[in-house]
T-cell receptor, first 113, second 115 residues
Framework: GAGVSQTPSNKVTEKGKYVELRCDPI?????LYWYRQSLGQGPEFLIY????????DSGLPNDRFFAVRPEGSVSTLKIQRTERGDSAVYLC???????????FGEGSRLTVL | AQTVTQSQPEMSVQEAETVTLSCTYD???????LFWYKQPPSRQMILVIR??????QNATENRFSVNFQKAAKSFSLKISDSQLGDAAMYFC????????????FGKGNQVVVIP
């Protein structure tokens, strides 16, 4: 597609539920990133994929968070047993190669009640 | 870990005037990249300007320019001839010279443009 696409745009869930957030990067971009932006804060790095593999997942806050990119294109961020503190905007970005210019999507706003 | 500090939560500027946003950062590296991103209400982060630390010349992009003071670890953004479309959150970000696009962001500055 023309840009990075993220779905859903908004997601409201209850504490303890499982959620999936999807990112469709720019076609041909091998690098994909997930960031989390809490209210009033700048984005924080979560995980980086180069192709299908997670090259750096050191930003994931705990083992409730997991991300996949099985075919080296679309990525899914999975959050188990959601907590109210998980409420944030989850931003996806992609780049042509590891260090090319980053292009961001419009994010998925997650609200955990 | 690198930290990026933006200390002015909200800045107001009259249309056609100039506004300067401040950013300081902490790093032990000698070479790195610095960025300013704009985030409008759509939430999409848009690259405004980029500076390589090994370049002495300050980067400029049309109405946007930076004042990069390496010794002071300061990286301010100047928006000249402000337009209504400039109203947004602006984030300063740091990236290591080598490796991937793992960015460290500041908390952001809200820019309000008064017509």
């Amino acid at each position: 597609g023309a840009g990075v696409s993220q779905t859903p745009s908004n997601k409201v869930t209850e504490k303890g539920k499982y959620v999936e957030l999807r990112c469709d990067p720019i076609s041909g971009h091998t690098a994909l990133y997930w960031y989390r932006q809490s209210l009033g804060q700048g984005p924080e790095f979560l995980i980086y994929f180069q192709g299908t593999g997670a090259a750096d997942d050191s930003g994931l806050p705990n083992d409730r968070f997991f991300a996949v990119r099985p075919e080296g294109s679309v990525s899914t961020l999975k959050i188990q047993r959601t907590e109210r503190g998980d409420s944030a905007v989850y931003l996806c970005a992609s780049s042509l190669g590891e260090a090319g210019e980053l292009f961001f999507g419009e994010g998925s706003r997650l609200t955990v009640l | 870990a690198q930290t990026v500090t933006q200390s002015q939560p909200e800045m107001s500027v009259q249309e056609a005037e100039t506004v300067t946003l401040s950013c300081t950062y902490d790093t032990s590296e000698s070479d790195y990249y610095l960025f300013w991103y704009k985030q409008p209400p759509s939430r999409q982060m848009i690259l405004v300007i980029r500076q390589e630390a090994y370049k002495q010349q300050n980067a400029t992009e049309n109405r946007f320019s930076v004042n990069f003071q390496k010794a002071a670890k300061s990286f301010s953004l100047k928006i000249s001839d402000s337009q209504l479309g400039d109203a947004a959150m602006y984030f300063c970000a740091y990236r290591a010279l080598y490796g991937n696009n793992r960015l460290a962001f500041g908390k952001g500055n809200q820019v309000v443009v008064i017509p």
